[in-house]
């Protein structure tokens, strides 16, 4: 019994020191963040930080391996395998939208990495792989149905179909700040959300038909 309580013990300490991570990168970013401040935040020492991650890259490298773990799109593939086409993209771009919602940090994390050329998304991570799985398990059998249906273009290539699908519903996160500034919607309130959600669903079809 006691080996199982230190077990428990050590699962939620580092589980705490990943979420302190997280919300301490989200707004510094990886440059502005320090470990002083993620033991501090997660009520540990930094010794104790650094008993279970060797270095604060590898603590970040943990953070985006548990917000991949976390993502549920790759539970759905039988699911996205039942829908018409139609129906495959706009709940594809659906879940994208609660994922970013979810997880907010997120958005912040791509920008980071774009600052870094992506030096922490390192091929043993789980962030390559998974995402290569949305574009050949679910993004390329979508549109295959829908070219076949003559419903879709017959030439659209998964991988650039899925990033621009991606970078479409990312931008909302991204540049909220900016686009709030520069029109008269709030893209950071829920309406906001809401109706570039469904502006990027009418474009993302509406540029895929055939």
């Not at 009418?202 to 895929?208: E, K, N, P, T, W």
């Amino acid at each position: 019994m006691g080996i199982v309580r230190k077990s428990l013990k050590k699962t939620g300490t580092i589980e705490k020191i990943l979420i302190a991570a997280e919300r301490e990168i989200s707004v510094c970013g990886f440059d502005g963040a320090t470990v002083d401040n993620i033991a501090r935040q997660s009520g540990v020492t930094k010794q104790l930080v650094y008993h279970y991650f060797k270095s604060k890259a590898h603590l970040y490298r943990a953070v985006l391996e548990r917000a991949s773990q976390e993502s549920q799109l790759l539970d759905k593939i039988d699911f996205y395998s039942r829908l018409s086409p139609e129906d495959g993209i706009r709940h594809f771009v659906n879940d994208l939208f609660d994922e970013l919602i979810k997880h907010p940090s997120s958005t912040t994390f791509l920008l980071d990495q774009a600052l870094h050329s992506g030096e922490h998304i390192t091929q043993s991570s789980r962030f390559i792989p998974t995402t290569r799985v949305y574009i050949s398990k679910i993004i390329t059998p979508i549109l295959q149905r829908g070219s076949d249906a003559g419903q879709f273009k017959a030439d659209l290539d998964p991988d650039i179909s899925f990033w621009m699908i991606f970078h479409l519903v990312a931008a909302c996160f991204l540049h909220q700040k900016i686009m709030s500034e520069v029109s008269p919607q709030d893209f950071s309130s829920d309406a906001g959300i809401d109706l570039w959600r469904t502006s990027t669903t009418r474009f993302i079809l509406d540029s895929l038909s055939g």
